[in-house]
């Protein structure tokens, strides 16, 4: 089993890049083989809207998207991992999820079978306040995420009233709930 992480966090070592490395190591336990992409580390322009791919599905700009669409569409599972910005996923993470455009158009404009549909994904968050709806539009945009590359949205761990780099290392549940979501997540049905 084929795993992709995708760390949306700039910030290397923090809250979400711990959690998202405990999911991984589940995953791991159980077998499976890990990739971990840091979004901050890549050259992801943001959506263009020069719509080439309404004509082919495929993205007219060139950076390190074009690595990235295979491995969305043959990983087994995918975990996605952001703190919250501004109530949202981090402008990072957004980018890679905008540039699926391409793959969206494939799926709903040319109606071309995606060859991976029926796969796992799963959604961790972390944020420093505790309101309620602190994660509601973040998950939002996770599922449509989802939906559009062929993943159900299986999983979701989300941390609230964590703020300075590695607090989460403080928190009583959240490295363990992460280990254990990944570990689910990795069990073959
Ligand atoms: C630009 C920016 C915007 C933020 N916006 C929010 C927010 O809307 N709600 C919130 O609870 N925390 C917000 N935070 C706090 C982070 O979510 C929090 O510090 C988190 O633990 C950072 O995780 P990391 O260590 O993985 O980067 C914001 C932090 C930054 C830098």
Redesign the pocket.
């Known amino acids: 089993m084929r795993v992709l992480g995708i760390m949306g966090?700039?910030?290397i070592k923090?809250?979400?890049?711990l959690l998202l490395d405990e999911a991984l190591k589940g995953t791991q336990s159980q077998g499976a083989e890990v990739e971990k992409l840091v979004v901050d580390k890549l050259r992801i322009s943001p959506c263009r809207e020069f719509y080439g791919c309404l004509k082919n599905g495929n993205c007219v700009i060139r950076d390190d998207m074009d690595g990235i669409y295979p491995k969305l569409l043959h990983a087994d599972v995918v975990i996605v991992a952001s703190?919250?910005?501004?109530?949202g996923l981090t402008s990072q993470l957004k980018a890679l999820i905008d540039r699926c455009q391409a793959l969206w158009a494939r799926k709903y404009v040319l109606k071309q079978d995606l060859p991976c549909e029926g796969r796992k994904g799963a959604f961790i968050a972390?944020?420093?306040?505790r309101?309620h709806k602190?994660f509601d539009g973040s998950i939002f945009t996770v599922k449509y995420f989802f939906q559009t590359i062929g993943v159900a949205y299986a999983e979701e761990l989300l941390v609230?009233g964590?703020?300075?780099?590695g607090?989460?290392t403080k928190h009583p549940a959240a490295l363990k709930d992460a280990f254990e979501l990944g570990s689910r997540m990795a069990q073959e049905e």
């Open positions: 966090s700039p910030r923090g809250n979400t890049d703190p919250m910005f501004f109530y972390v944020g420093a306040t309101g602190l609230r964590v703020d300075k780099k607090e989460i």
